[in-house]
């Protein structure tokens, strides 16, 4: 608690596949990290740079990813709208889902939250891949429902936060990296 308010720790994923006014992917997530120091985060933590195939295969450019922890005094929406206008700022229109994009900004953890409840989570985390692309939550769900599935995220993930212990899955970031698919993980190339 700092001067009377509740401090948590968010984990939040950064992606890129999109240059922007002369700046590479790499440097617009460097420079949207610069952000986060102007603002209510305190950054605790950050991953590695690696370089992936876009998800799904296919559907644009090569994406630059990294990880990082945040302290904040935030609420978890709080800190998702302040994530979304730092994406604004660096030129992200949110047309198609799982487009091309300047800056993806995602809350994948926010403590051991499970929002908004266990039956919401666990209807997406259960959603068929196939009606991923065409539902997506209107509410913040955490943990990330698909963050397990992704090695963009965990191996950057297990970088900075070994031990986190996924809140539902009662399995930490090693453990959740163990049951990844071997071609996803041969996929990431550290930059």
């Known amino acids: 608690m700092k001067d009377g308010l509740m401090v948590s720790s968010a984990f939040i994923a950064l992606g890129s596949n999109l240059n922007l006014e002369g ?6 997530l460097k420079e949207a990290i610069s952000e986060f120091g102007k603002s209510n985060f305190q950054l605790q933590a950050i991953s590695r740079f690696f370089k992936n195939p876009a998800f ?7 994406f ?23 994406e604004k700022k660096f030129g992200r229109s949110r047309g198609k889902r799982w487009g091309e994009r300047t800056l993806d900004l995602d809350l994948i ?4 939250s ?14 068929k891949q196939e009606n991923q692309i065409f539902e997506a939550p209107s509410d913040l769900i955490l943990p990330h429902p698909r963050m397990h599935e992704r090695a963009f995220v965990l191996i950057p993930l297990l970088d900075i936060a070994p031990s986190w212990i996924h809140p539902v899955l009662m399995k930490n970031t090693s453990q959740l990296c163990d049951n990844l698919n071997c071609e996803d993980i041969s996929d990431l190339r550290c930059i």
């Open 56 to 62: 799904p295969i296919g559907s644009g450019p090569d």
């Open 109 to 112: 953890a926010y403590d051991q």
């Open 64 to 86: 630059v990813n990294a990880v990082i922890k945040v302290r904040t005094h935030e609420k978890a929406q709080k800190v998702m709208n302040q994530l979304h206008a730092i």
């Open 23 to 28: 700046f590479s992917s790499l440097e617009l």
């Open 114 to 127: 499970i929002k908004p409840n266990k039956s919401v989570y666990l209807y997406w985390y259960n959603l």
